[in-house]
């Protein structure tokens, strides 16, 4: 059966269809597929890149070091990590070998198309009431238009369903921030990002 023809009924349904995804071809390389985490009927979908090495090991997503900086800053916001929907774009680690190490690499356009199909089907069956897109891949993938997170932020967008979505920046960028001052500034500006739409979807009717 192709993956077009799979209507999975439960995310665990799905996570096994996922695990023999060949769509694109990331899944060569990966260790396996990390699928989406979180309830059903989660009010807020979290979308991030792609898993990184500590999540493709682990086969789940922000379990790495910019997934325990997105823990902090959900419990500052005193959002339960529990009660959210995380996720990636792409759902296969894409590295380039550098010794033992593995650098992670930015996914291409027709590896976040090709991977945009997994993210509707977690879509169709969390039915989240808001979006928050984190970085420059999951907009692409959510709105199907290349734009740079500055341009969206602070604004409220609307996907083709009517469904709220806000931009912000990915947390793995605030690993990359050398100056203390400026770190913090733009950890509490992702903080707030994440405030806004958790309230935003606690204040709107489930669908």
């Known amino acids: 059966m192709s993956s077009e023809e799979i209507n999975a009924a439960s995310l665990g349904e799905l996570a096994r269809a996922e695990a023999a995804c060949t769509r694109c071809p990331l899944y060569r390389n990966a260790t396996q597929v990390v699928p989406g985490e979180g309830k059903v009927r989660s009010s807020l979908m979290l979308v991030g890149e792609q898993p990184g090495d500590k999540e493709d090991i682990a086969g789940k997503p922000f379990v ?5 900086l997105l823990d902090e800053i959900l419990e500052d916001a005193q959002i339960p990590r529990s009660a959210v929907f995380v996720t990636n774009a792409v759902k296969h ?3 380039e070998p550098r010794g033992k190490r593995r650098l992670h690499r930015r996914p291409n356009v027709g590896e976040i198309e090709r991977c945009k199909w997994w993210l509707e089907q977690e879509r169709r069956l969390v039915a989240p009431k808001t979006f928050i897109a984190m970085g420059a891949t999951a907009i692409r993938s959510l709105t ?3 734009q740079p997170v500055s341009s969206l932020r602070g604004k409220t967008l609307e996907l083709s369903d ?3 979505l806000l931009a912000t920046i990915h947390p793995s960028y605030l690993l990359r921030i050398r100056d203390p001052d400026d770190r913090a500034r733009e950890r509490l500006g ?3 990002d994440l405030a806004r739409g958790w309230e935003m979807a606690r204040h709107l009717p489930q669908t």
Not at 64 to 68: C, E, L, R
């Open 64 to 68: 790495g070091p910019a997934g325990q």
């Open 93 to 95: 680690f894409k590295f």
């Open 144 to 146: 199907g238009r290349s």
């Open 162 to 164: 009517g469904t709220p």
């Open 190 to 192: 992702l903080q707030q």
